[in-house]
């Protein structure tokens, strides 16, 4: 009965980001306004995390199992992306090596941070 409780509020979050969505003019997805109520819920204590936790992992836990079906779509769509495979590398590559760069220089100012602290 606890989970039915704990979906019941995540569930109520995603209504309110439904209606946020519909009400604001915003090009925000309702899923991200939804996301947003709830952190705010829980920074401002409205929701104890405790109050949520256990579906939270159950839903982060099936998480991947969500995206299956938009990668069975993109196998049907795999002519139409062949034709575009050289913007799309051209779009991914670079973009992937920055983030890889960015995550290595994160890494060694919080290397060169233990040391000045030594």
Same mark, same amino acid.
């Given at each position: 009965?606890? $989970?039915?409780?704990?979906?019941?509020?995540?569930?109520?979050?995603?209504?309110?980001?439904?209606?946020?969505? %519909?009400?604001?003019?915003?090009?925000?997805?309702?899923?991200? $306004?939804?996301?947003?109520?709830?952190?705010? /819920?829980?920074? %401002?204590?409205?929701?104890?995390?405790?109050?949520?936790?256990?579906? /939270?992992?159950?839903?982060?836990?099936?998480?991947?199992?969500?995206?299956?079906?938009?990668?069975?779509?993109?196998?049907?769509?795999?002519?139409?992306?062949?034709?575009?495979?050289?913007?799309?590398?051209? /779009?991914?590559?670079?973009? %992937?090596?920055?983030?890889?760069?960015?995550?290595?220089?994160?890494?060694?100012?919080?290397?060169?941070?233990?040391?000045? /602290?030594?």
């Amino acid at each position: 009965m606890k $989970y039915l409780f704990q979906f019941g509020r995540i569930l109520a979050f995603c209504l309110a980001g439904e209606f946020l969505h %519909t009400l604001l003019p915003l090009p925000i997805p309702a899923s991200v $306004y939804g996301l947003a109520l709830l952190l705010a /819920a829980l920074v %401002t204590g409205l929701v104890r995390l405790d109050q949520v936790r256990e579906a /939270a992992l159950f839903l982060t836990g099936i998480f991947p199992l969500l995206f299956v079906p938009a990668a069975a779509g993109v196998m049907d769509l795999l002519p139409k992306i062949s034709a575009m495979l050289l913007p799309i590398l051209l /779009a991914v590559g670079p973009v %992937t090596v920055l983030v890889m760069a960015g995550r290595v220089t994160q890494a060694l100012a919080r290397k060169g941070g233990n040391r000045d /602290a030594e």
